[in-house]
């Protein structure tokens, strides 16, 4: 199945949904004036319209312009919104992307029929600046279509394909992993206020630090642990500040953290 790059419709143009627009456009493999966008009321369509986005607020017309067809509301609005573009989906023609948090694949095709191609991605808000981690996964039989997923998906950062029952664990550390690596940054740029320095000055020594070392890890693919010896010495001041932290729990809560939200996005579409 070829699919042109020119007809993609995201359906849904929250936070997500416009990370990926714009990280389409930023790739400069997209055009906007070959991206339609969905959302409900047209007046937060209109920031969209003034990049050159096609916009619409009904689903349908979005779906019969295009070929290849993110879905990106959620949970709560899926089924509403996959009873909408039923009667014009064809299994021809159009491929399903769905970003939607705990809805599988089986239940997506149940709505629109099993001989549609319904590739699960879970790509997160670093998509608008082209940093994503996006996980993929899909059946067997739709494996042109995760080919498809993947093009668009590598355009806009790195993917890797998993087995679909590990969405809910990709949703917590990729997609949910976004705010808690933020909130470390946070805490870091915090610490350095309270140690003298001005809360910008901070912020910027915080996050670029931080991009720093998670560049190391993936340019040169060592373990944490390899790189966190180089900086610690015997009665140094790095092992002293490390051992600080995990002794009020630091490792501890970040992976709670992880799997409480990996439990409940396994289970957040079935709870609706």
Do not use: W
Request: proline share 3%; net charge positive; charged share 20%.
């Amino acid at each position: 199945m070829k699919i042109s790059k020119k007809n993609i419709a995201i359906i849904g143009c929250g936070n997500i949904g416009s990370a990926i627009a714009n990280g389409l456009v930023e790739s400069e493999k997209y055009s906007s004036k070959n991206i339609i966008l969905t959302k409900r009321k047209s007046k937060s369509l209109e920031k969209f319209i003034k990049k050159g986005f096609l916009t619409t607020t009904e689903n349908k017309t979005a779906v019969n312009k295009s070929a290849v067809i993110i879905i990106a509301v959620t949970p709560q609005q899926l089924d509403v919104v996959l009873e909408d573009i039923k009667p014009v989906i064809n299994p021809k023609k159009h491929i399903i992307l769905s970003v939607v948090s705990g809805a599988s694949v089986k239940q997506i095709k149940k709505y629109l029929g099993n001989e549609v191609p319904v590739v699960r991605v879970m790509p997160n808000t670093a998509i608008a600046i082209r940093e994503s981690m996006t996980c993929i996964a899909a059946n067997e039989e739709d494996n042109s279509a995760i080919e498809i997923a993947e093009s668009i998906f590598n355009s806009v950062g790195k993917t890797i394909q998993i087995n679909e029952d590990l969405m809910g664990a990709a949703t917590a550390l990729c997609a949910c992993g976004t705010a808690f690596f933020l909130r470390a940054v946070r805490a870091a740029s915090q610490g350095g206020i309270e140690i003298g320095f001005h809360a910008n000055e901070a912020l910027i020594m915080a996050a670029q630090t931080a991009k720093g070392a998670a560049s190391m890890l993936l340019k040169e693919g060592k373990h944490p642990e390899r790189e966190i010896d180089k900086v610690t010495t015997p009665q140094g001041i790095t092992i002293s500040g490390l051992n600080q932290m995990e002794h009020n729990g630091f490792s501890s809560s970040m992976i709670k953290g992880i799997v409480t939200a990996a439990e409940k996005a396994q289970k957040i579409y079935s709870d609706k």
